[in-house]
């Protein structure tokens, strides 16, 4: 058996108990250890911290300085952290925990590697743990049946239709009888926020508030005061309030950003016609897939009064895959601007992408997340051709 050094992280978090002979205020997480009986020197602590609802993720660096380990936080609700200990000889460890309101302990062996010694076996992390344990349950459940869906005298169209079934079934199970049941019975505490902040954002990127605001706006409503107003519930009724703004039928909120030749466009300089407003980027795939039934869409109803403005999510360090990308796809027909400084994505809360908004001659959205022939039948009766 391996012999253990046992190397103590005391985390305490809005509770009075003392680390180290330090007092930790209320409502903050206090880490420290003791690194004398370890053979090999810490150099730092990476500190990865996302809140509760997944919106938010912040990292520390805490460099060592001789024998002792201390890291101070502001707590205002349950974090996933995750602690990575770069040590001199042996390269990292890590070890990842939610932190809440409890005494954690770690210890570590001659490997190095972190371990909770004294966990928390019941109440926050046992529930989450527990739904997340189905969850992935159901997740392998789904790549095993898509797996063993036979291709025998079967049409293409009639292997995806299946695997299309299967995906969509296990993800109502996931969404009814995990999430929403899960939150019904946990609206009183964190769990029932972290359950609907999960349930909204799916399948991804924030999609279900965005598509169903009103339903995930009556869900927020059950919860406790107390519970809607941890820093996620703050944020997920901001991401509902933005859901009704963005909403078909309402009039698409105005930006001004540089095109590639560092011309400020407004959107606003469109009204009068039809206008696509297109999120992408150079390393997006599928976005990139898009621009040829964009390209074929423009040339084909630009003259009837249809346009489109192209917004990357490419960064300012990328920004010349970004203008590579729109000479080779064929894209600079149109207004390319950047969002270097992420003021558009912010602003209509762009998670993923394509994503994108069509809009009529007075400003107002008529539609969203238009792709392929989708597009094309909407142009179409737009334009009646």
Same mark, same amino acid.
């Given at each position: 058996?391996?012999?253990?050094?046992?190397?103590?992280?005391?985390?305490?978090?809005?509770?009075?108990?003392?680390?180290?002979?330090?007092?930790?205020?209320?409502?903050?997480?206090?880490?420290?250890?003791?690194?004398?009986?370890?053979?090999?020197?810490?150099?730092?602590? @990476?500190?990865?911290?996302?809140?509760?609802?997944?919106?938010?993720?912040?990292?520390?660096?805490?460099?060592?300085?001789?024998?002792? #380990? $201390?890291?101070?936080?502001?707590?205002?609700?349950?974090?996933?952290?995750?602690?990575? #200990?770069?040590?001199?000889?042996?390269?990292?460890?890590?070890?990842? #925990?939610?932190?809440?309101?409890?005494?954690?302990?770690?210890?570590?062996?001659?490997?190095?590697?972190? @371990?909770?010694?004294?966990?928390?076996?019941?109440?926050? *992390?046992?529930?989450?743990?527990?739904?997340?344990?189905?969850?992935?349950?159901?997740?392998?459940?789904?790549?095993?049946?898509?797996?063993?869906?036979?291709?025998?005298?079967? *049409?293409? =169209?009639?292997?995806?239709?299946?695997?299309?079934?299967?995906?969509?079934?296990?993800?109502?199970?996931?969404?009814?009888?995990?999430?929403?049941?899960?939150?019904?019975?946990?609206?009183?505490?964190?769990?029932?926020?972290?359950?609907?902040?999960?349930?909204?954002?799916?399948?991804?990127?924030?999609?279900?508030?965005?598509?169903?605001?009103?339903?995930?706006?009556?869900?927020?409503?059950?919860?406790?005061?107390?519970?809607?107003?941890?820093?996620?519930?703050? *944020?997920?009724?901001?991401?509902?309030?933005?859901?009704?703004?963005?909403?078909?039928?309402?009039?698409?909120?105005?930006?001004?950003?540089?095109? *590639?030749?560092?011309?400020?466009?407004?959107?606003?300089?469109?009204?009068?016609?039809?206008?696509?407003?297109?999120?992408?980027?150079?390393?997006?795939?599928?976005?990139?897939?898009?621009?040829?039934?964009? &390209?074929?869409?423009?040339?084909?109803?630009?003259?009837?009064?249809?346009?489109?403005?192209?917004?990357?999510? =490419?960064?300012?360090?990328?920004?010349?895959?970004?203008?590579?990308?729109?000479?080779?796809?064929?894209?600079?027909?149109?207004?390319?601007? $950047?969002? #270097?400084?992420? @003021?558009?994505?912010? $602003?209509?809360? &762009?998670?993923?992408?394509?994503?994108?908004? @069509?809009?009529?001659?007075?400003?107002?959205? &008529?539609?969203?997340?238009?792709?392929?022939?989708?597009?094309?039948?909407?142009?179409?009766?737009?334009?009646?051709?």
């Amino acid at each position: 058996m391996m012999r253990k050094r046992s190397l103590f992280l005391l985390l305490t978090g809005m509770i009075g108990t003392g680390v180290f002979g330090q007092e930790p205020t209320k409502g903050q997480l206090s880490v420290s250890a003791d690194l004398g009986r370890i053979k090999d020197s810490l150099v730092k602590v @990476l500190i990865e911290k996302t809140d509760l609802g997944g919106y938010s993720r912040t990292t520390d660096t805490v460099k060592i300085n001789g024998l002792q #380990f $201390s890291y101070q936080q502001q707590l205002a609700e349950p974090q996933r952290m995750r602690m990575v #200990f770069y040590w001199k000889n042996k390269g990292l460890t890590s070890i990842s #925990f939610w932190a809440k309101d409890a005494v954690y302990v770690l210890t570590i062996g001659d490997d190095l590697k972190p @371990l909770l010694l004294s966990p928390e076996t019941t109440g926050f *992390t046992e529930n989450i743990n527990h739904l997340e344990k189905q969850i992935q349950n159901q997740e392998k459940r789904s790549d095993s049946l898509e797996k063993i869906v036979s291709y025998e005298n079967q *049409t293409v =169209d009639a292997v995806e239709k299946r695997i299309w079934e299967i995906s969509d079934s296990i993800a109502h199970v996931i969404d009814t009888a995990l999430y929403l049941k899960f939150m019904g019975k946990h609206l009183n505490t964190p769990e029932g926020l972290y359950a609907l902040c999960k349930y909204a954002a799916r399948p991804s990127g924030n999609q279900r508030v965005k598509s169903q605001t009103e339903r995930i706006e009556l869900l927020f409503n059950q919860l406790a005061p107390s519970v809607k107003e941890l820093p996620s519930g703050r *944020t997920l009724f901001h991401k509902i309030a933005l859901g009704k703004e963005m909403a078909i039928g309402k009039t698409l909120k105005d930006i001004s950003l540089p095109d *590639t030749a560092g011309k400020v466009v407004k959107i606003s300089d469109f009204r009068g016609g039809y206008l696509l407003v297109d999120f992408w980027a150079s390393w997006c795939g599928p976005c990139r897939t898009e621009n040829s039934g964009l &390209i074929k869409a423009y040339l084909q109803y630009k003259d009837a009064g249809f346009q489109i403005i192209g917004v990357t999510r =490419d960064h300012k360090f990328s920004k010349s895959a970004w203008l590579q990308a729109i000479a080779k796809d064929g894209i600079g027909l149109w207004p390319q601007l $950047s969002d #270097f400084d992420d @003021l558009a994505q912010q $602003s209509y809360d &762009i998670q993923f992408i394509p994503c994108n908004y @069509l809009i009529d001659p007075q400003g107002v959205i &008529i539609a969203r997340d238009l792709r392929g022939a989708e597009l094309e039948t909407t142009l179409m009766k737009l334009f009646k051709r």
